[in-house]
């Protein structure tokens, strides 16, 4: 069977025709996970510069209301403001933001100090600015000065950028190769009851991966947020490899 139709098959949450694939090794259903996840890294990384690539944030420091930003605090009275960085999954609040971010991260910057999470599960501690690693000679920091750190750092931030998208993507390919051993690793009691290999119920999670990846990607595409979907992700794949075991158990 040729990878497109596994695809397919996968992509439509086929457990019963999954089922009754030959076996094949460790290797090929590895390599299946590793390009879908890195084409689903590639799509993300492309589509994050983009939007990134579209935002004047030298206009907007140039327009937005002075600010003054010191060890102390920060003095904005300027009306609350969100400042997107798709390249780098983060989303910056000024003041009382009551809208929802579209990235994975969001720094909350108070007047008395700042706070970072994920979007939404943010730290209820605030941190104070003097802890921040930018203090030394510069004091404080003003639109002006904000703009100037911008354009004189402009392609270190790029080169930034870069290296946190391919680390972001390695990641993510060891996460899934290490939860993926581990889902098989924990149905081997159950696989056994239906004479399923560890080979086989490694090949059920690397491709019960597809639906639930596919509709994280179109998720971040659109910035629709989901809460716990991390956790239903994985619960997807957790309960397609039991109803393909539990399929060819009934079947023998």
């Known amino acids: 069977m040729g990878i497109i139709e596994q695809f397919q098959q996968s992509l439509f949450f086929q457990w019963k025709a999954i089922g009754k694939w030959k076996p094949q090794s460790i290797w090929k259903s590895f ?5 879908l996840v890195l084409i689903s890294s590639l799509i993300l ?4 510069f983009s939007k990134t690539s579209k935002l004047d944030y030298e206009a907007l420091l140039t327009e937005m209301e002075p600010f003054v930003l010191s060890e102390q605090g920060l003095d904005y009275d300027g009306e609350p403001l969100i400042v997107p960085v798709p390249v780098f999954d983060v989303t910056i609040m000024i003041g009382d933001v009551t809208q929802r971010a579209k990235t994975d ?3 909350e910057l108070k007047k008395d100090g700042f706070k970072f999470g994920k979007n939404g599960l943010m730290s209820p501690t605030t941190m104070p600015y003097s802890s921040l690693p930018i203090w030394g000679t510069q004091e404080k920091y003003t639109n002006t000065d904000a703009l100037k750190l911008l354009q004189d750092n402009e392609s270190q931030v790029k080169q930034l950028a870069f290296f946190y998208q391919y680390v ?3 990641l993510q390919v060891i996460i ?3 939860l993926i051993f581990v889902i098989a690793l924990a149905s081997i009691p159950f696989g056994r009851s239906a004479s399923v290999s560890y ?3 490694w090949m059920f999670g690397a491709y019960g991966m597809t639906l639930p990846l596919v509709l994280k990607t179109i998720l971040k595409l659109t910035g629709f947020f989901i809460p716990y979907f991390g956790m239903i ?3 997807a794949v957790i309960i397609f490899v039991f109803l393909t075991v539990n399929k060819i158990k009934r079947s023998t």
């Open 168 to 170: 972001k993507a390695f």
């Open 105 to 107: 991260y969001v720094v």
């Open 31 to 35: 390599f299946y996970l590793l390009c």
């Open 176 to 178: 899934s190769v290490v």
């Open 199 to 201: 080979q086989r119920l």
């Open 233 to 235: 992700y994985w619960f």
């Open 45 to 48: 990384s492309f589509s994050s």
